[in-house]
């Protein structure tokens, strides 16, 4: 079964919108004129007004001309973003040198572009962007006018300056690694929900189509069947060297040909009544049949009294799930895959054992996390040597959701020695499989989970 994740790269890089980075950079461009314009005039502080209004407006010059040149829906490609992101850091630095250098509380600002950075843009844009803030952080603990101030300058120790742009370092570090990696982990999850849809999404396709093709069988069934008898009847009533006869031949030949298509189409969705319900023996036949020609041996245990045996809804998603849970079972098993399944009043639960190595132990708790993968080897089972077999966790990250969406709650564990092999267990409410709850009987109280009684790990 191809993984879908594989067509969705985990690290999408898909640029800053401009609207979005221009504003923020409006944003700035009016608290540095309100800054200086409070220094300068409110608190009557020196500074040089004039070159420092004139950075700001080129700030404000650049804002401009990406309005006028570029869409509101353009998207800046990382060597773009980077680009402003690094004259922005300049354009900080230069303020920073006429208004008191690393001694200006606002010198903390030099974050702002490393953490926008390391949120949407590529790491090595980030480590140039961190680069340049160090670069410059130390030029302006070495050079810069004085701090603007009534009198006498300040002029604070150097272990004080030292320690500012340490400080300046250590958060660039810090805080661009800690965003990148919060970053890092929500594109990845968004990118392993978009493949779950894309996954759901086929599966009802699917579905609807084998629905469709036996709706489509069972109401033509009557009409072709009534051609057929009078295709016979004209055959008999005229003779064979009549002028008509090969054409009444070939008629009901072309008509019994339509029958095999539609008895085919039938038998795509044999056992559904009417074509979307079914026995949950059936769905687990129907999720096992495919695998069939795999070199392992699938056995199916099943209640004796299977007298109220749930009847189930062909949810796609809880069968592209179970799917997936089954062949990766079958995957990494030596001999022998076991699904057991048990149903009471209330409960439904199907385990599903192989007697392969089973799951890695450091990461059997984080099973379920997208792109999940141990150090060398597969996410899921010990190395064998079949290192190809390794992935990044995606295919069982779209099963226990879609099986969660169905309404399912799925545990994985080990066999306990000295079996060798994985569980992993899905247990679903009664009702949420069953397609009618007229057909469940009154319940007052729910009983406890029932143990699986023929155990996948006994054997």
Excluded at 299 to 304: A, F, H, S, T, V
Excluded at 390 to 411: D, M, Q, Y
């Amino acid at each position: 079964m191809s993984n879908p994740g594989e067509r969705i790269s985990g690290q999408h890089h898909f640029g800053l919108s401009l609207s979005a980075l221009v504003n923020l950079r409006w944003l700035a461009v009016a608290g540095q004129t309100v800054a200086l314009a409070i220094v300068e005039w409110g608190l009557d502080y020196s500074l040089p007004a004039i070159p420092a209004f004139a950075i700001v407006g080129v700030t404000a010059a650049v804002n401009v001309a990406l309005r006028l040149g570029y869409a509101t829906t353009y998207r800046l490609s990382d060597k773009e973003a980077g680009a402003l992101l690094g004259f922005d850091i300049v354009q900080l630095a230069m303020l920073l040198y006429l208004t008191g250098g690393l001694v200006n509380p606002f010198s903390v600002l030099f974050l702002a572009p490393v953490l926008i950075s390391a949120m949407a843009l590529k790491p090595r844009t980030t480590l140039l962007l961190g680069a340049l803030v160090v670069t410059v952080s130390t030029v302006l603990a070495v050079h810069s006018l004085p701090l603007p101030w009534n009198g006498e300058p300040i002029v604070l120790p150097p272990p004080y300056v030292a320690g500012i742009w340490f400080s300046i370092v250590i958060s660039v570090v810090f805080i661009g690694a800690y965003a990148w990696r919060v970053a890092d982990e929500t594109r990845k999850l968004s990118d392993a929900l978009s493949a779950t849809e894309l996954v759901l999404a086929r599966e009802q396709q699917i579905s609807a189509i084998d629905g469709l093709a036996a709706a489509a069988a069972h109401e033509l069934g009557t009409p072709l069947a009534t051609i057929a008898l009078v295709t016979r009847e004209l055959e008999r009533a005229i003779p064979e060297d009549a002028q008509h006869g090969a054409d009444i031949r070939l008629l009901r030949q072309q008509t019994e040909r339509c029958r095999t298509i539609l008895r085919t189409l039938t038998s795509l969705e044999s056992g559904l009544a009417p074509f979307d319900k079914m026995p949950l023996s059936h769905l687990i036949e129907e999720v096992v049949a495919p695998l069939r020609d795999f070199d392992i041996e699938f056995e199916i245990r099943l209640p004796e009294d299977r007298s109220n045996e749930p009847i189930v809804v062909r949810n796609p998603a809880i069968l592209y799930g179970l799917e997936s849970i089954v062949e990766n079972a079958a995957d990494f098993a030596k001999e022998k895959v076991t699904i057991v399944a048990e149903w009471n009043a209330m409960v439904v639960n199907i385990a599903v054992s192989d007697d392969g190595p089973g799951f890695a132990p450091e990461i059997i708790g984080r099973i379920g996390e997208p792109y999940l993968r141990a150090r060398g080897q597969s996410p899921f089972r010990r190395n064998k040597g079949d290192e190809e077999r390794g992935g990044l966790g995606l295919g069982f990250f779209i099963a226990k959701t879609l099986l969660e969406r169905g309404g399912g709650s799925l545990r994985v564990e080990n066999r306990t020695p000295p079996h060798t092999g994985a569980v992993v267990r899905v247990s679903w409410r009664r009702e949420a499989l069953e397609v009618a709850s007229g057909t469940t009987q009154a319940r007052t109280e729910r009983p406890a989970e029932p143990s699986l009684a023929s155990d996948p790990r006994a054997h």
